[in-house]
């Protein structure tokens, strides 16, 4: 029984000694087959016979061996060589989308793949790649490669008299003094036919025209009326509209469910606080009657549209300085001037007659090197420099040159730029619709 036993065990191992022998002599040709391919192919391409290269490399792309990469490679450059003629653009990017989905896909696959779609000018493809790359190698050469991309924008043909700035995904516009309100690319949504018009949230924008007050949907249907006398009102946002009746300020809903509480005057809501007067003097308040801020000041900053607060911190004036708070407390030094926080990024403030820039703790970001600047709207902000807005990046570099007469802040990619057309729209490439990878 032994004897059996070891007999067994004797036949398995030379059984998997053979099956190892196989293996190895299967693998050693499947390489040897594969470099004859490969050297076959560029016995070929050596003269420009790329058309007849092209199976040869393809097969050995097809293997899965140390020498697959190398096969890849030619066949790339051959794909390149051919890559006017039909179908051999699509193999190329198809090729790149597989380098560059495996797990240990390096860096330049990635730059290979951008700059291909920067020579087409399919800028939007070409940012994708690189967003893609920098996730997933965080290398130092695409995150140049993406900030040096990543700033082209095209012009709106599209003008207006004066253009506020965007909020949300709609802006308010004028016409020969009229009001109505476009996209945030400038493209027209209502009709500038209004006295007055309110920013768009929520689903509603207050109006006024041949007297009236109320509020129309984006479709410019009224969908709601005030019964009472109002000589003017603010911007609509948080569900609270600003209007001014027997001469004190009173919060509104949007269905005009008017407050109690009044004010001598009160700014637009943004997060849930306005900037408030009382008594002559301003704080912030909630949409109740708490207030943020005591109302002490002589000012609370405000931008444009009348928003004060943002990512919990505002400015308030006393006298000849301002003052940054965040959460409620003073932080930081008293500035010449300041603009508020938008949702994201850093806000503009003045010091020594120049403009820089601060966070939220009151920590100097960029350098104090501007004429005038306006806070950060997503990751840029414009700056005013030797009389001409431009805009620079969250490190402090000039990435879209001086040259508008005015510029107001980005969003969704948007920015509203005064030139010698009038007031158009400028759109960062980058926010095209992507193509999928």
């Keep these: 029984m032994k004897n059996l036993?070891?007999?067994?065990?004797?036949?398995?191992?030379?059984?998997?000694?053979?099956?190892?022998?196989?293996?190895?002599?299967?693998?050693?040709?499947?390489?040897?087959?594969?470099?004859?391919?490969?050297?076959?192919?560029a016995t070929l391409t050596k003269d420009h016979i790329y058309i007849l290269a092209v199976p040869l490399l393809e097969e050995a792309a097809g293997y899965n061996t140390p020498k697959t990469p190398k096969a890849e490679e030619d066949l790339k450059e051959v794909y390149l060589k051919l890559i006017n003629k039909s179908g051999f653009a699509g193999k190329y990017t198809e090729l790149l989308d597989k380098q560059m989905s495996r797990k240990d896909a390096g860096y330049a696959v990635f730059e290979e793949a951008a700059k291909y779609y920067l020579e087409l000018s399919d800028l939007p493809r070409a940012l994708a790649v690189l967003k893609k790359g920098i996730a997933k190698t965080e290398d130092t050469v695409l995150i140049k490669l993406y900030e040096d991309s990543r700033y082209e924008y095209q012009t709106s043909r599209t003008s207006y008299d004066y253009v506020a700035p965007i909020f949300g995904s709609t802006v308010q516009v004028q016409i020969d003094g009229r009001w109505g309100l476009a996209r945030a690319d400038g493209t027209l949504m209502i009709s500038c036919a209004y006295e007055k018009i309110s920013t768009y949230s929520a689903g509603r924008a207050i109006v006024k025209k041949d007297g009236e007050i109320y509020a129309i949907d984006y479709d410019n249907n009224r969908v709601a009326k005030l019964h009472e006398k109002a000589l003017d009102f603010g911007n609509y946002a948080d569900n609270r509209v600003p209007l001014l009746i027997d001469g004190q300020w009173q919060r509104a809903t949007g269905e005009f469910i008017i407050g109690e509480y009044a004010f001598q005057q009160i700014g637009m809501y943004s997060g849930g606080y306005?900037?408030?007067?009382?008594?002559?003097?301003?704080?912030?308040?909630?949409?109740?009657?708490?207030?943020?801020?005591?109302?002490?000041?002589?000012?609370?900053?405000q931008d444009e549209l009348g928003r004060c607060y943002a990512q919990g911190a505002v400015f308030a004036r006393q006298g000849e300085e301002v003052y940054l708070f965040s959460g409620g407390k003073q932080v930081g030094d008293a500035y010449e001037d300041a603009r508020p926080f938008s949702s994201a990024g850093f806000a503009a403030v003045k010091r020594d007659g120049k403009w820089g820039f601060i966070d939220t703790a009151g920590t100097e970001k960029v350098d104090f090197i501007f004429d005038d600047?306006?806070?950060?709207?997503?990751?840029?902000?414009?700056?005013?420099?030797?009389?001409?807005?431009?805009?620079?990046?969250?490190?402090?570099?000039?990435?879209?040159?001086p040259t508008f007469i005015e510029a107001k802040s980005f969003s969704g990619g948007t920015a509203p730029v005064l030139t010698e057309q009038g007031w158009q729209f400028i759109s960062l490439l980058e926010y095209k619709k992507e193509m999928s990878l």
């Design 5 to 41: 036993s070891r007999i067994i065990i004797g036949c398995c191992c030379l059984l998997l000694l053979a099956i190892s022998w196989i293996v190895v002599i299967n693998s050693e040709s499947t390489v040897e087959k594969q470099q004859k391919l490969i050297d076959d192919a």
């Design 274 to 301: 306005a900037a408030a007067k009382e008594d002559g003097k301003w704080g912030v308040v909630d949409l109740g009657v708490k207030w943020l801020i005591p109302a002490e000041y002589d000012a609370i900053i």
């Design 373 to 401: 600047a306006l806070s950060f709207g997503q990751h840029l902000a414009a700056v005013n420099i030797d009389g001409l807005w431009g805009y620079i990046g969250v490190a402090g570099k000039v990435v879209i040159e």
